[in-house]
């Protein structure tokens, strides 16, 4: 199976807050899960990558969890700010291919 | 700076006439990649090419061809654009080998009326 599932589509968070983003995949194929962050108008610009030798990767506020036995992998962006607000993208990759998830669309409400 | 442009950014077109995306980047990247980006839908990729000469269908290719004669270009081609076919397209490269990390273009908000 192809399919990276993204879960919530929305989400509203209070400034400060913790936002958490979920991606489910079944291909035990895929060995790079990057997140995108894309602001209106602009193009998806990579935030965070990790590969499954390990199960977290921290860059300053953003940080992946990943499960492999679970094949899920989940972004948290620590003390959400306004500027956080954007559609955040989680893919998987099998091979200089990139597998989509649907986006979220986080409001960071100040 | 390296850089990966898209032109036009906005077009609008007419039902049944060719309709051609342009995708220009300068990092010498190996790997080019067109996506439709529709609400509900993410991005999905429609065609992609690991090099000089070499192109492959992605999940969306119905309606459209790409052709690559260079490392920097990667146009796209609507043959008879159909309304179903408007939409925001991403042109995306990346250096084939090290890293998957794909670095995007400004995106064309494409109108088929």
């Known amino acids: 199976q192809q399919q990276v599932k993204q879960s919530p589509q929305s989400l509203i968070v209070q400034k400060g807050g913790i936002s958490i983003i979920n991606c489910a995949y079944e291909n035990t194929a895929f060995d790079y899960f990057p997140w995108y962050q894309q602001f209106p108008g602009k193009g998806p610009a990579l935030l965070i990558a990790i590969r499954p030798d390990v199960s977290e990767k921290k860059e300053g506020r953003f940080t992946i969890s990943f499960n492999k036995s679970a094949k899920q992998f989940s972004l948290h962006i620590m003390d959400s700010q306004p500027g956080d607000s954007a559609t955040y993208f989680c893919?998987?990759?099998?091979?200089?291919?990139?597998?989509w998830g649907a986006g979220t669309k986080l409001i960071i409400k100040p | 700076d390296a850089e990966i442009t898209q032109s036009p950014r906005h077009k609008i077109t007419e039902t049944g006439r060719q309709v051609t995306l342009a995708c220009h980047q300068t990092?010498?990247?190996?790997?080019m990649f067109w996506y439709r980006q529709d609400l509900g839908h993410g991005l999905r990729l429609i065609h992609y090419s690991y090099g000089v000469q070499d192109t492959n269908k992605g999940e969306v290719s119905d309606g459209y061809s790409v052709s690559r004669s260079n490392t920097e270009d990667l146009p796209l081609t609507l043959e008879s654009a159909a309304s179903s076919q408007t939409s925001v397209y991403f042109c995306a490269s990346a250096p084939g080998t090290g890293t998957d990390t794909q670095y995007f273009g400004p995106g064309t908000r494409l109108t088929v009326l």
């Open positions: 893919a998987a990759s099998p091979n200089y291919q990139l597998i």
């Open positions: 990092w010498n990247h190996n790997n």
